[in-house]
């Protein structure tokens, strides 16, 4: 029988288990019943396994025939890859300026759409440089969540009525991929929209 080397198991298993007699389950999942420690443990031996003790409040303990490394090994697979398989949602933002230009404009839109379809929110912001709408439809697109913010400089404070009428078409142009979560906002000299993606059935 392989002898447990960890100094404190998480269970206890073999010669470690104190009780002086427990209700065995044999390696297949089959009730063998109450019987001695010893005849558990060459039970056990026989199988070339290990005894471990599943149950503890139980009287008498509970105990089963098993391969204790490779349930321990088995159990840490399935944690991984429980992490593995948790999506965590970011915001991604992209930038607008007062004026953007119909081809900036379209790329910002096609970033948003990849960061909604990856489930990540997307925030917009209006400040307006750059390749905006390309960038936002990737975003939407990779399941992020969009930030659209639009940033006003100077004069164009006064016109702030071009930059809502910029993100209504940005919320139109993204409806497919996802809806607005947080409706446009001034924080500062920005205006501020986030975008969440639609949920995947």
Same mark, same amino acid.
């Given at each position: ?5 960890? @100094? ?18 044999? @390696? ?53 890859? @429980? ?119």
């Amino acid at each position: 029988m392989r002898q447990d080397k960890r @100094a404190a198991p998480k269970a206890p298993i073999n010669e470690n288990i104190s009780a002086r007699e427990v209700r065995l389950i044999g @390696a297949d999942g089959e009730q063998i019943g109450i019987v001695s420690i010893d005849e558990a443990l060459r039970i056990a031996e026989e199988a070339k396994l290990d005894l471990v003790e599943i149950s503890a409040d139980a009287v008498p303990p509970v105990c089963r025939v098993m391969d204790y490394g490779k349930s321990i090994f088995e159990k840490k697979k399935q944690v991984a890859a @429980a992490k593995k398989n948790q999506k965590q949602i970011q915001v991604k933002e992209i930038k607008f300026r007062p004026g953007t230009e119909e081809g900036d404009y379209q790329v910002k839109l096609r970033n948003l759409v990849r960061f909604l379809s990856d489930g990540d929110r997307a925030k917009v912001s209006l400040r307006f440089r750059g390749r905006v709408l390309r960038n936002l439809v990737r975003f939407l697109s990779d399941g992020d969540r969009a930030k659209v913010s639009l940033r006003f400089r100077g004069r164009e404070m006064a016109h702030q009525e071009l930059g809502m009428e910029l993100l209504k078409r940005v919320e139109g142009d993204l409806l497919e991929y996802g809806s607005v979560e947080q409706h446009p906002k001034m924080e500062g000299r920005q205006l501020i929209m986030v975008i969440a993606p639609k949920k995947k059935k």
